[in-house]
């Protein structure tokens, strides 16, 4: 599971913790019914932490630390991993739209990376696709400001005798898109 943060009391880093082994006991000492449990324990235990690695191959520099587990401990007095999630940053990184959108492309890959992603997994996928469209926005934004940024220091100033021509040339200029100052240079002619 894909998490933003976590704070439960039962979780360990993944590389303090090594996988379920088993303890001296024989068969003998556990009922079958034990027996299937533990097996099935194991089987989380290796799902769980293969789920947790997917996520943190693929978040790479954004995961914060290893992965955290939650642990239950089995009939044979072993520890086995059930549950556990990966901490990332998921924050937009300020002025910079286009390496925010590379960022909650990567996280958006980390979040649906484990081929049995959880409902955790999806709501963060669904977070992050939402500050992806932000950040598709603000591209294009972004370029404008630094187009009209270059144009007013590279263009000289231009002295009008007509009021009406010089109130027509401010409003190209101010004009967001290409077809607002289309419209104005049809007006204009």
């Given at each position: 599971?894909?998490?933003?943060?976590?704070?439960?009391?039962?979780?360990?880093?993944?590389?303090?913790?090594?996988?379920?082994?088993?303890?001296?006991?024989?068969?003998?000492?556990?009922?079958?019914?034990?027996?299937?449990?533990?097996?099935?324990?194991?089987?989380?235990?290796t799902?769980?932490?293969?789920?947790e690695?997917?996520?943190?191959?693929?978040?790479?520099?954004?995961?914060?630390?290893?992965?955290?587990?939650?642990?239950?401990?089995?009939?044979?007095?072993?520890?086995?991993?059930?549950?556990?999630?990966?901490?990332?940053?998921?924050?937009?990184?300020?002025?910079?739209?286009?390496?925010?959108?590379?960022?909650?492309?990567?996280?958006?890959?980390?979040?649906?990376?484990?081929?049995?992603?959880?409902?955790?997994?999806?709501?963060?996928?669904?977070?992050v696709?939402?500050?992806?469209?932000?950040?598709?926005?603000e591209?294009?934004?972004?370029?404008?400001?630094?187009?009209?940024?270059?144009?007013?220091?590279n263009?000289?100033?231009?002295?009008?005798?007509?009021?009406?021509?010089?109130?027509?040339?401010?409003?190209?200029?101010?004009?967001?898109?290409?077809?607002?100052?289309?419209?104005?240079?049809?007006?204009?002619?």
């Open positions: 599971m894909l998490e933003e943060n976590s704070s439960e009391s039962e979780k360990f880093l993944a590389d303090e913790e090594l996988s379920a082994k088993e303890k001296p006991l024989s068969s003998e000492e556990l009922s079958d019914d034990e027996l299937l449990e533990i097996e099935e324990l194991k089987r989380r235990d799902a769980v932490r293969g789920h690695q997917a996520h943190l191959s693929a978040a790479g520099s954004l995961a914060q630390s290893g992965a955290n587990f939650s642990f239950e401990t089995g009939p044979d007095g072993n520890r086995y991993a059930v549950g556990g999630d990966v901490n990332i940053d998921t924050s937009a990184l300020a002025g910079d739209p286009q390496a925010t959108l590379r960022k909650a492309q990567q996280i958006c890959r980390a979040a649906s990376a484990p081929v049995d992603s959880s409902s955790q997994d999806r709501s963060v996928a669904a977070q696709s939402r500050m992806e469209a932000q950040a598709r926005v591209i294009p934004q972004q370029v404008r400001e630094k187009q009209t940024e270059y144009i007013d220091e263009t000289p100033e231009v002295v009008f005798f007509d009021q009406n021509i010089q109130d027509t040339y401010i409003k190209i200029q101010n004009s967001s898109t290409l077809q607002e100052q289309r419209s104005f240079v049809d007006f204009f002619i």
